[in-house]
């Protein structure tokens, strides 16, 4: 993607959220010209972000990738040829243009975004070669709209190529092909969820056993996050966050994350739960934090790193990420996190359970 952001002075737009719900919309005048404090433009999309985060960490990657015949997709090659990504599996559409988004974002930074696919919608088998499978971490990104039909497609070259899969599927992904994603659930070793996305799996889990939960002890002048206290909320029901995950890995994901932004995340593995808290961040755009934090920890977790260092790791890219309007400006680098990781200057303390 191609990512359009317009910084908007709160006095020149308004806020309004429903008493009833989770929702507040931003609200522009009709016919009026909006002045903006900065309007900028960058490269996106969830594909490329992992794979800066993957390249900024060390690894050798490359993507999968379907571009138009345009100057957007010429942008976006050139960024990937600055950050050392190798996009030979690149492929360009004759019909549609590359995608591209428009962020307006103000008040405390979170974005709305209108969003145009564009040739990511046209991603078909054809682009899958097997050569691009044989690799140590299949990273799948958010597919788009009918290229989400070949999610099934990708995970099995991926796990006949011996590869560690790790997905971060997209809540319309989840909701038009849930049937196809639960069975592939036993194949997937990541699985990234935010808290949105977790409420379109549980559908997907629906005869499982999620609710039986005794409730997580946190030590003292610790508050237990939302999910801890509320679980998850989907049609009347509520599902504790330790029972999701454990229906999860029952399932036969190898470990399963929820993050639920400024409030942390959870991490399944190995029979045992982990607790992150969010990092202290100054806010300037929450776009790719997401990204930084699925991508980092899958990272972590395919070189062998024990979850409760791979989840810190994330906490701090993510967090990094929320510094700067873009989604990879604030993408940290090996040495950035290990120093982070390893210096005087407290970073997340992880909390544990069994699972």
């Known amino acids: 993607m191609i990512d359009t952001i317009a910084i908007i002075e709160s006095a020149a737009i308004e806020r309004m959220s429903l008493l009833n719900a989770e929702s507040s919309f931003l609200l522009l005048e009709e016919g009026r010209k909006t002045e903006a404090l900065e309007v900028s433009t960058h490269c996106g999309g969830g594909a490329i ?32 040829d600055s950050e050392s990504v190798s996009h030979r599996w690149a492929s360009r559409d004759k019909e549609l243009p590359t995608g591209a988004s428009v962020l307006l974002s103000s008040h405390d930074r979170n974005a709305a975004v209108f969003t145009f696919r564009g040739a990511n919608t046209h991603l078909v088998p054809r682009d899958f ?21 070949y999610f099934p497609t990708i995970v099995t070259k991926a796990k006949q190529a011996g590869a560690l899969v790790a997905a971060n599927p997209g809540p319309r992904q989840l ?4 049937d196809a994603f639960r069975a592939m659930l036993p194949h997937i070793g990541i699985l990234a969820l935010n808290r949105r996305e977790a409420l379109e799996v549980i559908p997907i889990l629906d005869g499982r056993d999620c609710d039986n939960d005794t409730g997580l002890a ?16 989907h049609h009347g029901r509520t599902i504790s966050v330790r029972g999701f995950l454990r229906a999860l890995t029952a399932c036969g994901v190898g470990t399963a994350v929820i993050t639920d932004g400024r ?37 972590y977790i395919a070189e062998g790193a024990a979850p409760d260092i791979a989840i810190r790791a994330a906490t ?19 040495r950035e996190i290990a120093h982070a990781l390893d210096g005087k200057k407290p970073t997340p303390n992880v909390i544990d359970w069994p699972l």
């Open 263 to 299: 409030d942390g995340a959870f991490a399944a593995s190995a029979g045992r739960l982990f607790y992150c808290p969010a990092s202290d961040a100054h806010v300037a755009g929450t776009a790719g934090a997401g990204d930084a934090f699925a991508s980092t920890f899958s990272a």
């Open 49 to 80: 972000n992992a794979a800066v985060a993957l390249a900024r960490l060390g690894h050798d990657c490359s993507v999968v990738i379907k571009l138009g015949d345009d100057l957007r997709a010429d942008q976006i090659l050139a960024r990937l």
């Open 129 to 149: 070669h097997d050569e691009a499978f044989a690799v140590d971490l299949v990273y799948i990104a958010n597919l788009s709209n009918e290229a989400a039909v």
């Open 218 to 233: 946190f030590p003292h002048m610790v508050r237990p996050p939302p999910l801890a206290e509320n679980g998850l909320h």
């Open 316 to 334: 701090l890219n993510a967090a990094s990420v929320l510094g700067h309007v873009d989604t990879q400006t604030g993408l940290m680098r090996r």
């Open 175 to 178: 909701h038009a092909h849930g």
